[in-house]
Each structure stands twice: as C-alpha cells, then as structure tokens.
C-alpha cells in the first residue's frame, strides 16, 4: 500500500552494527505496530504503539527497539544486529475506531540481511 | 491464535476448484475475525472480515464462515485462481481497545 512506505527495502549490514528501519504513513493512523517474518514462516509482532506516546513490547521485542517520533512515523532499530535477524520486516498501521475490525495496512516490508 | 514459529501448512487446489483455508482462534472474547492475503514479496492485504454475531458472510468470490461453538473460522474461494496463490492468515480482534493478534497463515498453491 503507497500510503505506508518502509525504508529502506533492502539492507545488508554487518554483525554489531546498530541500524535503523524507518516507516511513514500518510493514512493519518494513530496506531502503528512492526512485524518480523521468516521465510516460509507466519509474522511475529515486534512492538506496536497506538499513539505518539504509547509504546508496547510485542511477542519478540528483545534486541529491538522502536520510536515513534510522530503520528505518522514509527521507527525499528536493532542496537547490535545478529545473523538470526535476518528477515523481512514489515510495518502496519490501523485506525480502530471504536467496534471495528481495526484493519491494518501493511507496507512493502524490508529485507534485511545481517552477515 | 497467536503466531509462532511453525512453518506454514500448504494446500493444493486444482485451478477452478473451490479452496477452503481453515483457522482455530483461541479468544472465545473476539469481536471480529478477519482474513488477509499475502502474495509473495508482499505485505498482507485485507480480504474480509466478520463480526462474531454473524456467522457467514460474503464478499467477491470469497466466503467466510464463522462457527462460535468450535472456534472455527473458514474462508472459501470459490473457482480458484492462479492469483489466488498466496498466504492467507486470519486474525482475531478482541472487543475494546485491544490489537489485533495473527493466526500462523496457510500457504495456497493453484495448480493450473
């Protein structure tokens, strides 16, 4: 969906290394959320945060963290990557909106490869 | 439920039959049950949703039914695609302010 963009879409770094994943949206969401997927693998939910100052751990947060600089800004840093973070990660945002479904809208996602 | 680290179950459908992709939640407190589909290199789009006082519902080529009593969700696709081919994964939404949590996903393979 062009409304949420992730950059970069392609990383590859180095074991260590402390490198940041950012995302933007312009659907005017307040609630945004980072997933891991593993090739052949469901989606892992890293952190979410449902407005500028809510920030919640998700399934799989440690080695990660986030920042959510604006409504529609939410960021992923890994503080020292490792190979076992290799995946393809994707952000999502929502607009729940008191009984719905709250349907997220996922962007394209980023490859990233840690050597 | 809640997604793990399993990997996907696959089902193979001959292209024109009918696919039907299963799912057992775990949160009897659902408001809403929603199916999304993943095509490869993609993020996962939304297909459908039901509210859980309904037990089926329809959209374009696609059915979803919803028994309460079992915790079954289902979605069929009727007259199978190519296109089709993809990840589907359902999701669950609790009442309230609570998020959204994904299922493991099912992965579809048309057979032409």
């Known amino acids: 969906d062009a409304d949420v963009t992730q950059t970069p879409r392609n990383r590859i770094t180095k074991t260590g290394k402390r490198i940041m994943l950012e995302c933007s949206q312009t659907?005017?969401?307040?609630?945004m959320y980072w997933y891991r997927q593993d090739p052949g693998l469901g989606l892992r939910l890293i952190y979410y945060s449902f407005d500028v100052k809510d920030i919640n751990k998700g399934e799989i947060s440690d080695g990660y963290s986030v920042s959510r600089q604006a409504q529609a800004k939410f960021s992923l840093s890994l503080e020292s990557a490792i190979p076992n973070q290799t995946a393809l990660y994707f952000c999502?945002?929502?607009?729940?909106?008191?009984?719905?479904?709250?349907?997220?809208?996922f962007g394209p996602g980023t490859r990233l490869t840690v050597l | 439920g809640e997604s793990v680290g399993l990997h996907l179950p696959t089902l193979s459908v001959q292209e024109g039959d009918n696919s039907i992709i299963n799912c057992a939640y775990s949160n009897s407190a659902s408001d809403y049950f929603i199916w999304y589909k993943q095509e490869s290199g993609k993020g996962p789009q939304f297909i459908i949703d039901?509210?859980?006082?309904?037990d089926k519902r329809q959209g374009q080529r696609v059915t979803v039914l919803l028994n309460k009593t079992v915790k079954h969700l289902s979605l069929q696709i009727a007259a199978t695609q190519p296109g089709d081919s993809a990840v589907y994964f359902c999701a669950e939404k609790p009442g309230g302010y609570q998020k959204v949590t994904f299922g493991t996903g099912t992965k579809l393979q048309v057979i032409p």
């Open positions: 039901i509210r859980s006082n309904m």
């Open positions: 659907k005017g969401h307040d609630r």
């Open positions: 999502a945002t929502s607009d729940w909106a008191g009984s719905s479904a709250d349907t997220q809208y």
